[in-house]
């Protein structure tokens, strides 16, 4: 029998330097095969025997204990069916630096005095220290860190590929250290090793205010190099007293502003044996801790793809260079221009009246009201914003800005006289190296332009966390997250890059078990003070329980529940806590004795709400200060509800019986009181708006008998708004769906390919290339508001996924072990297919409506179950391969008059581009 493949470690495919000393192994099973029923694995020597088990994902070891440095070579076979199977390819995979005791080197920060550290942005530092290899070597490894970003070169030579390391993080609790191969880098003799440092979100600008030094106010290196000789012996060299640090070409560097650089103070063979710099001074030892020190379960940040100019406007003493996709990195520049030139790039998402570059959609303007004078913890907002300029100091130039990112697709290109920019730019996309795991595409043009929208705003908002935008504050607000990371674990494999944010979202908790709005924090507590917008809002909190809990079903990943359970507890605690202990001034106003269900009504507070909800502007409202009065309490006890229900199901995973019950306990008495407080004797909701009976219908609160009241006064919302989405932030992802699922398919359709603002089809007819944050975020003079690149309305193209083409999870098949393939046509679509790469292998469901012949075509992997559910209502349970059905139209058809906009894609392109 065929062996098992797709061999992985925890969540990698590629593990170098991992600090996890009992790693979890998954593996495919061979094609072909029903189900597994046993396993034997064998690593570095150690044989776990057959194993009568049909687990093959996140399969934790069980062997003897791994050193430090150490390789480790593993292998399995399986037992199926079809007896037993070959043994995989063997895989491989090095655990790094597993004890405080293995670092040998020292931290260090370069020489600056106290007015330097106190100015902001700073200049990149150039560190470098000398070593000598007098042996033949067989195997060098270099682990390194820093306080902000940093970038190493080896006898001058970039080290590795990664961009923007060690990544953000919560740093006083989590600093993530990589680990390089520099085996071939070495020479024999004098060696140099050297780093430029900058800030990064360790001392630069970080979130909406731009705070700077938010994390500390001095950057720092930690670098180890090990070198195993061929005759086994062990040298280790690494940072300490005797390196030294001085400056180079860049000048200014910080994520959000962007980089000075300054080519005419390039040091040549700063980092190369055979020189020293005559100028550069001692470094300072510093004394920061190693316990933090861990590896990311994360992929890291790389340079992804390269796009070029779709075209050039010539506006004589500038060029705005459209890249026709908006995106989140930088520009490269390869050109013959004269030298002493300074050339000036400037980012933007959107042109303005004049055909130029504009950044007044993303400016922030400080929160005391002023444009001019700005409050001290707002400075930084009048400083230069996704600027980046370059001096050159020669005929060729070749420059990409590395120590800062930037969200655009147009550029303003400033002092470059005879510069061809359609030739000599380039666009650089970079962020987290995720693993693509999903596609779709249907016969409708709009949709798949739509989908790839969604896709775009995605890939722009990971880079390294999961942010809000990349532009103006690139913060890790919750909320997002909490509503997109179901959409996005079928698009890429985000399980340990959700797993690493969760960690820092833990960490940093309040001991109230309060969450933070953004993780890691970017606002300083001095800012939520001042405006009153504590930390702990429903539906952003909640992310605590809810992301673990997406996660846990799409990757099957039981151990992320068991290390999330003090923080998920936490969160629904303090919501209860909140909901016992005080009561909004309205209602005690009205009620002045609380009744009985008083204490499960979360109604206090600071919430976000339903943010952005069209109020006729298309942008929504999002007064801050109407927030703070409000009262949020059907919001927010609907999510103490779905919070204390999810917990309690992930209790019962992980067999906690007690808590189980209490927090099941805990939800019902939650929907009790929504339902006494919210929902009228006369089946009407107390708050009569779309997103109040989307929530109700998703979070399961009205009960059976009166949904079908419910649903209708939502379709008659829905009507009375012309047919358009009325939903803001945290409802839009749940209206298709909702709508869906209680018999409104056509509706859902309709709303899906409304082409009249507020719809997303407005976005795609308006050159959208990523999801708007408003609903009219280029509106109908061509003004852009707000960003344009926010993934959150996207997450509507899971009803793409999930009902159109019909690839369901469900809440007892993790990891799509057992799934739902259910397509529901509609909407005047002739076609659509799915693909999604599941941790056990490629699912995919395709289906054709040609005249009265409905056919769909399903694919499913070996050890998993799908319930195929046609049209018409028939039921087919299967097991393991390919098939096609044929089933009657029934209501197939669908979409009530909508018909399929002219599309250029053919069945075939669409299986050529899946």
């Not at 300490?240 to 300054?262: K, T, Y």
């Not at 943010?611 to 609907?638: I, K, M, N, Q």
């Not at 749940?734 to 089809?761: F, I, K, M, N, R």
């Not at 769909?856 to 319930?867: E, H, I, K, R, S």
């Amino acid at each position: 029998m065929a062996s098992p493949t797709e061999l992985r470690v925890e969540h990698l495919a590629v593990a170098l330097g991992i600090t996890v000393s009992r790693p979890r192994f998954s593996w495919r099973l061979p094609a072909g095969s029903r189900g597994q029923v046993g396993y034997q694995v064998r690593a570095n020597g150690w044989d776990s025997g057959r194993i009568d088990s049909d687990q093959s994902v996140l399969v934790q070891y069980s062997g003897p204990p791994w050193r430090s440095g150490e390789t480790v070579t593993w292998t399995v076979r399986v037992w199926t069916e079809l007896g037993a199977s070959d043994w995989a390819t063997p895989a491989s995979f090095e655990l790094g630096l597993l004890e405080e005791a293995d670092w040998l080197a020292t931290w260090i920060e370069p020489s600056e005095s106290a007015q330097e550290r106190h100015q902001t942005p700073h200049p990149a530092h150039l560190l470098r220290g000398g070593f000598v290899v007098d042996q033949p070597v067989e195997r060098a490894r270099l682990y390194v860190t820093a306080h902000g970003i940093y970038e190493c070169h080896l006898n001058g030579r970039r080290v590795g590929d990664l961009e923007l390391t060690p990544g953000f993080t919560s740093y006083g609790a989590t600093l993530q250290v990589q680990t390089y191969d520099v085996t071939d880098m070495l020479q024999p003799g004098e060696n140099v090793l050297g780093a430029v440092l900058s800030d990064g979100w360790f001392r630069g600008q970080v979130g909406g205010a731009r705070l700077s030094g938010h994390y500390g106010d001095a950057v720092a290196l930690l670098a180890q190099l090990v070198l195993r000789s061929t005759n086994g012996d062990v040298v280790h060299f690494g940072t300490g007293p005797d390196w030294l640090s001085g400056f180079g070409a860049i000048r200014q560097a910080d994520l959000i502003q962007g980089e000075v650089v300054d080519l005419r103070l390039d040091v040549p063979g700063w980092c190369t044996p055979g020189t020293r710099p005559s100028d550069w001074v001692p470094v300072r030892v510093a004394a920061h801790d190693f316990s933090r020190l861990c590896s990311s379960p994360s992929p890291p940040v790389r340079r992804i793809e390269e796009l070029a100019p779709v075209a050039v406007i010539d506006r004589g003493d500038r060029q705005v260079v459209d890249f026709g996709q908006n995106f989140n990195g930088r520009i490269r520049l390869a050109s013959s221009v004269r030298s002493g030139a300074t050339l000036t790039f400037t980012h933007g998402e959107a042109l303005g009246d004049d055909g130029d570059v504009t950044l007044e959609n993303l400016a922030v303007s400080d929160p005391g009201n002023s444009n001019v004078s700005y409050e001290p913890e707002f400075a930084n907002l009048a400083l230069p914003f996704q600027t980046d300029s370059v001096t050159l100091a020669g005929a060729d130039v070749v420059y990409e800005p590395r120590h800062t990112t930037h969200g655009f697709r147009y550029v303003r290109l400033e002092g470059a006289e005879g510069l061809d920019a359609g030739h000599d730019l380039t666009g650089v996309v970079v962020h987290t190296d995720l693993r693509r795991t999903g596609w779709f595409e249907c016969s409708d043009e709009r949709v798949n332009r739509l989908h790839e929208a969604a896709v775009w705003s995605l890939r722009s908002n990971v880079c390294d966390i999961p942010t809000d935008c990349p532009t103006r504050e690139r913060a890790g607000w919750t909320g997002d997250w909490q509503i997109f990371v179901s959409t996005a674990a079928f698009l890429y494999d985000v399980a340990g890059f959700s797993v690493k944010w969760l960690r820092d979202l833990a960490v940093e908790q309040r001991s109230s078990g309060a969450v933070n709005h953004c993780v890691p924090n970017t606002l300083s507590d001095a800012i939520v003070e001042k405006f009153g917008v504590a930390h702990g809002a429903a539906g952003w909190g909640d992310a605590a329980v809810l992301v673990p809990w997406e996660v846990y079903r799409a990757y099957g990943d039981q151990e992320l529940l068991r290390e999330q359970w003090t923080s998920m507890a936490a969160w629904v605690e303090f919501a209860a806590d909140a909901a016992r202990s005080a009561r909004h001034p309205t209602r005690t106003a009205t009620r002045p004795v609380p009744a009985p269900h008083d204490q499960f009504l979360w109604d206090t507070g600071f919430h976000w709400g339903e943010w952005l909800e069209p109020d006729g502007t298309g942008t929504g409202s999002a007064g801050v200060d109407d927030l703070r009065e409000a009262d949020h309490g059907d919001v927010a006890t609907a999510y103490l509800h779905l919070s204390a229900r999810r917990l309690g199901d992930m209790a019962e995973v992980l067999g906690n019986r007690l808590e189980k019950t209490h927090y099941h306990a805990l939800a019902e008495a939650t929907r009790k009181a929504w339902m006494t407080e919210f929902f009228r004797p006369d089946g009407a909701l107390t708050r009569d708006t779309q997103a109040a009976h989307v929530r109700a219908l998703a979070f399961g609160l009205v009960p059976p008998t009166a949904r079908t009241k419910a649903v209708r006064r939502l379709v008659e919302l829905v009507r009375a708004a012309g047919t358009h989405p009325g939903t803001g932030f945290l409802a839009t992802p749940y209206l298709l769906p909702v709508l869906a699922d209680h018999g409104q398919l056509d509706l859902a359709y309709e709303l899906l390919l409304q082409d009249t603002e507020p719809s997303w089809l407005t976005m795609i007819d308006r050159g959208a290339t990523t999801i708007w944050e408003a609903w009219n975020g280029i509106d109908t003079t061509g003004e852009a508001h707000l960003s344009l690149n926010h993934y959150s309305k996207g997450a509507v193209i899971s009803f793409l996924h999930r009902h159109v083409a019909g690839i369901q999870l469900l809440d007892d098949g993790p990891a799509y072990r057992r799934f739902q393939i259910v397509p529901q046509p509609g909407g005047g679509l002739t076609w659509a297919r799915a693909v999604h790469v599941s941790p056990y292998g490629r699912i995919e469901s395709s289906w054709v409506l040609d005249g009265e012949r409905f056919t769909v075509n399903v694919l499913v992997p070996a050890g998993t179950t799908a319930d195929v559910v046609l049209p018409c209502g028939k039921r087919i349970e299967f097991v393991q391969g390919e098939a096609t059905f044929d089933s009657p139209l029934a209501n197939a058809r669908g979409g009530k008059g909508h018909r399929a906009r002219s599309s250029s894609f053919t069945q075939r392109r669409a299986e050529e581009a899946l």
